[in-house]
């Protein structure tokens, strides 16, 4: 049932409302990383969670300059970031949880995990 124009209520078939009514259109897949050290196991599971997603969320908190650093905190680098999205084969990669120690600094982190995504270097693992 529907409402009707004279303020009543109409019968209309379940095809006509889907043939009128309804629009099919594709989803979007979002994948988020966060709090992940860079090891080959964290690695695998990150590229297979994020493996064709139109969107990653990922985190990078560390600059590529202090990967020793990230790793002892088990977190990510802007360049490993990029690198699993590129490995991961998403459309887009957006980095977040940047570290405090960088603040003014988050559009070089930015272009650092694009730089890393667009070069499509292969995991070190």
């Given amino acids: 049932m529907a409402p009707g124009l004279d303020g009543g209520t109409v019968e209309v078939p379940l095809g006509r409302l889907k043939a009128e009514a309804l629009s099919l ?12 050290g860079f090891t080959a196991e964290n690695a695998a599971r990150i590229v297979d969670l994020a493996r064709g997603a139109d969107l990653l969320f990922i985190e990078a908190p560390f600059r590529a300059a ?16 990029g690198q699993l999205a590129a490995a991961a084969g998403v459309r887009r990669v957006v980095p977040f949880h940047f570290s405090p120690r960088y603040v003014g600094q ?15 270097r292969p995991l070190p693992f």
């Fill in 66 to 81: 202090d990967a020793e650093l990230a790793g002892a905190r088990r977190h990510l680098t802007t360049a490993q970031a």
């Fill in 106 to 120: 988050e559009e070089a982190m930015r272009r650092e995990v694009e730089d890393a995504f667009l070069e499509g």
């Fill in 25 to 36: 259109t594709a989803g979007q897949a979002i994948a988020y990383v966060v709090d992940a």
